[in-house]
């Protein structure tokens, strides 16, 4: 092996051992898109005309704000994919159980309140 060689393969794991992470610039900017989605969550709380979808909304402005959070804050970005793996899987997996849970306690209320008009 050449000394050349030698100095590349340090310098990959120099970078591997090193990751590159974001500027203070990428952090503000994705604290502002999240107060920003912060503020469309309360907004979308106090208008009448959301109120007939007022919870898939806010799961999906929580759900964006969780990924920002868990993508930059949490360094995931710049981990391995098997990281992002291993806790996207459960992540999914949580919330389509809660979904399922949301629409089977939505249908025996729905059949509840339809029991109690008759």
Do not use: C, N, W
Not at 25 to 33: E, I, K, Q, S
Not at 51 to 59: F, I
């Amino acid at each position: 092996m050449s000394a050349q060689e030698g100095g590349s393969a340090m310098h990959e794991e120099g970078s591997l051992e090193h990751p590159v992470h974001p500027t203070a610039d990428v952090y503000l900017r994705v604290g502002a898109v999240l107060v920003i989605l912060t503020v469309l969550e309360v907004g979308v709380f106090y208008v009448p005309a959301f109120h007939p979808v007022l919870v898939p909304v806010l799961l999906v402005l929580s759900a964006a704000k969780f990924t920002l959070v868990v993508m930059f804050y949490m360094h995931l970005k710049a981990d391995s994919k098997f990281f992002t793996f291993l806790f996207g899987v459960p992540l999914l997996l949580a919330a389509v159980v809660m979904v399922a849970l949301l629409f089977l306690f939505l249908g025996a209320l729905t059949l509840r309140g339809a029991a109690g008009a008759g």
